[in-house]
């Protein structure tokens, strides 16, 4: 009896030790998380004062011809390829007695240093208002041409001018320090040598030096006849009038023709491209000569689009060289580009057979060959390797969320891989192409550096970035896919879950979207891509869930034109195909469902709200489109077509009609002076929601464009992050 009671006494001591462990485990667990660092939007956010500190940790590379140096604080090094070891090539302390600057412009990093002469020991230097060349051997400054007070400018090596818009107008300063004024009417309605048609189309710049550097082709656009958006500058003592040319879809445009000066005639003519009415000029490329101008042209429609060459001494149209339509869309975003063995030949973009890819033709417009071919998205086009007359691409056709290095060769069409095979690779060529420096990141790894030989493949491992969250609470991150509408189509996403998560609690979860073209928010790359904001959410104990739908970028023709003439529509369809999903998961709360976005983002934010009231109880829509309407030409016109033309869709997108539908609680957030979602999208929503009796929340950040910049930045994302923690929470 004794030893049975004995006997059972013990398993009862066995039972209660086990527990009292796993009760101190458990506890221990718990301690450690506290333990670990918490984060915060100043850590987090890229306008926070301690953001650099948490970023990964990188290097600043370029090429000299195809020596590889890098550019520290005070010096510049070469490095070996082969090895990855450095040598001195100059420091600060040399540099800066050479460039004659005052000490308020002197040079303080070198950073940014470039060598535009691979057969010379010639750095280019830029500091506040000088752009200088230095020769570090010789012990010299070579050239310098102030750029105080320029609106923009374009150094040309080859010529070593200077062109530049000061005042509205537009300037060439040679190498001797002669200046030339080519323009007089420049004005806030008559805009030369800049970005034209609202950057779309692959427009970032409007100055274009010949190869030779003895010509330059610049835009000229005239937009006196575009409606003026009445912007306010609320600064002053006496808040100013300060309107923005902002051509609404369906109203009347500006009217774009491209010029050509000739630094040794001193003459410049434009190119005879004929009337430029309701017409877009685009990727501008010189041929190897410097003798023919090439430039894509496309309709208002934008689709029909012609590759058009020009002569640069007359402005003559020579040939139209190739030309394509698409029912829907046609969207030229890459210039031509010449093999560097060859100047009868050049390659050329396109994604009319479903995806983009590069095809091989010649200077009378003749298509030889399609170079790459299948279904995945020539991504980036790098340039060639000269000796084994190969292009160097980057290609998604590892995986829709990875981008992959290849040299493909233009004869065999053969591919050799020039990357670890994961991840997501940002690679620059060497002068020849023999050589790249290739800068990517995998879901685990924050940063690498590999030099990589185009020729044989062989790669280096150069630098390795540690985790620089490192000892803070990480949530951990997820990527899949599922269906999209159509029942077919995957769509990838990310899940970041909770701080501690545990599946058998039950979590807030806010939706995170874009969904719009030409962006993506799912990659392969750190953390699967995801926004610092969503570990600060995560931390606080939400799930956070985003999602790829149809019409987003990289994923061919059919994927992004799904969305054609009804924007939202679609894409909502596959955002709630991403909630289905989401309710199917134990540890979601679905009646605490939340969902946040900017811009298209802001769009999508305010359609979901509205058109699903019942399923997401919070919102935050930041710059967000309530009408097409009042969206730019370009963009609005490309993909809803003009409000004349395609009534139906503009008043189904439109959200002016659904602010009655609102339920839930919805902060809209914009730009006091946003010149891309201009204020009266969101007035115009609240002056609805006023009529209708409904009740969202609105916030103005004075003086701000489209996205908050600087500390403003974390203020936003702590107002965001406020009103889920008010509301949905």
């Known amino acids: 009896m004794t030893k049975k009671e004995g006997k059972t006494s013990g398993r009862k001591e066995g039972g209660l030790s086990m527990k009292i462990k796993f009760l101190m485990a458990a506890l221990m667990a718990t301690t450690l998380a506290f333990a670990q660092k918490q984060f915060s939007l100043e850590d987090l956010n890229y306008g926070g004062n301690n953001y650099h500190n948490l970023s990964p940790q990188n290097r600043y590379l370029t090429w000299w011809g195809d020596e590889l140096v890098r550019n520290d604080l005070d010096q510049c090094s070469l490095i070996d390829k082969k090895t990855g070891a450095e040598t001195v090539l100059f420091t600060l302390k040399d540099i800066v007695p050479l460039t ?114 003895q010509r330059v082709a610049f835009y000229r656009m005239d937009q006196s006849m575009v409606s003026d958006y009445p912007q306010v500058n609320i600064f002053s003592r006496v808040a100013a009038y300060k309107p923005d040319k902002y051509p609404m879809a369906g109203e009347t445009s500006h009217k774009v023709t491209v010029g050509i000066y000739d630094l040794q005639t001193g003459k410049t003519v434009y190119l005879q491209a004929g009337d430029p009415t309701d017409r877009y000029f685009t990727n501008i490329a010189w041929s190897p000569d410097s003798k023919t101008v090439y430039m894509f042209e496309l309709n208002r429609d934008q689709n029909d689009c012609r590759l058009v060459s020009y002569d640069a001494t007359t402005g003559t149209k020579k040939q139209e060289l190739y030309r394509e339509t698409d029912e829907k869309y046609v969207e030229p975003l890459h210039p031509i580009v010449f093999l560097p063995w060859d100047p009868t030949k050049f390659i050329m973009q396109s994604q009319k057979n479903g995806y983009n890819h590069l095809y091989l033709f010649n200077v009378n417009g003749k298509e030889l060959k399609q170079v790459t071919s299948g279904p995945y998205v020539v991504m980036d086009m790098l340039g060639f390797n000269k000796k084994d007359k190969s292009v160097i691409v980057a290609t998604n056709q590892e995986n829709p969320i990875q981008k992959n290095l290849f040299a493909v060769s233009i004869s065999s069409g053969k591919k ?25 990141s995998t879901p685990d790894q924050p940063r690498n550096i590999n030099i990589a030989n185009t020729s044989n493949g062989q ?98 023709k059919e994927f992004e034109q799904a969305t054609f003439r009804q924007l939202g529509q679609i894409e909502m369809q596959d955002q709630m195909k991403g909630v289905e999903f989401l309710k199917s998961l134990p540890y979601v709360d679905a009646d605490r469902m939340g969902v946040h976005g900017w811009s298209f983002g802001g769009f999508m934010t305010i359609s979901l709200m509205t058109n699903y009231p019942d399923v997401f109880k919070v919102g935050v829509a930041g710059g967000p489109v309530i009408d097409w309407r009042w969206y730019e030409v ?9 409000p004349q033309d395609n009534p139906e869709g503009y008043e189904k997108t439109s959200l002016l009609e659904k602010a009655g539908n609102l339920n839930g609680k919805l902060q809209i957030i914009t730009g006091y002076n946003d010149d891309t979602v201009v204020p009266q999208h969101c007035l115009s929503f609240l002056a609805k929601c006023i009529e209708k009796g409904t009740q969202p929340d609105f916030f103005a950040y004075p003086g701000e464009p489209h996205n908050m910049r600087g500390h403003s930045s974390v203020h936003l994302h702590e107002r965001i992050t406020q009103y889920f923690e008010d509301y949905l929470k």
């Open 100 to 213: 004659q600057s005052n000490e308020h412009n002197r040079m303080r990093y070198l950073y940014m240093a470039e060598f535009p002469y691979p057969d010379q020991s010639i750095v280019q230097l830029v500091n506040g208002e000088e752009l200088m060349l230095v020769d570090w051997k010789a012990g010299e400054l070579v050239l310098k041409h102030s750029k105080k007070d320029l609106d923009t400018y374009e150094f040309c090596p080859a010529s070593k001018a200077l062109a530049y818009v000061k005042d509205n107008n537009f300037f060439i300063t040679d190498e001797k320090g002669k200046t030339v004024q080519l323009t007089t009417d420049g004005s806030r309605e008559i805009v030369y040598a800049q970005s034209v048609h609202r950057n779309e189309f692959g427009i970032s710049k409007g100055i274009f030096w010949s190869p030779d550097g």
């Open 416 to 440: 050799k891989a020039l990357d670890t095979g994961s991840g997501v690779h940002n690679a620059t060529l060497s002068s020849s192409g023999q050589w790249l420096f290739d800068k990517f």
């Open 459 to 556: 790669q280096k491992d150069y630098f390795s970035a540690p985790d620089p969250w490192k000892g803070y609470n990480v949530p951990e991150y997820r990527s899949g896919t599922i269906k999209a509408a159509d029942g077919e189509t995957d769509l990838y996403y990310r899940m970041v879950m909770p701080i501690g998560f545990n599946p058998n609690n039950k979590y807030p979860t806010v939706v995170y979207v874009y969904g719009g073209p030409h962006a993506h928010n799912v990659e392969a790359s750190w953390h699967y891509g995801s926004r610092s904001w969503e570990t600060y959410m995560a931390q606080k104990g939400y799930l956070l869930f985003i999602l790829d739908n149809r019409g987003s970028e990289n994923r061919g």
């Open 634 to 642: 370009m963009y609005g016109e490309r993909y809803m077509d003009t």
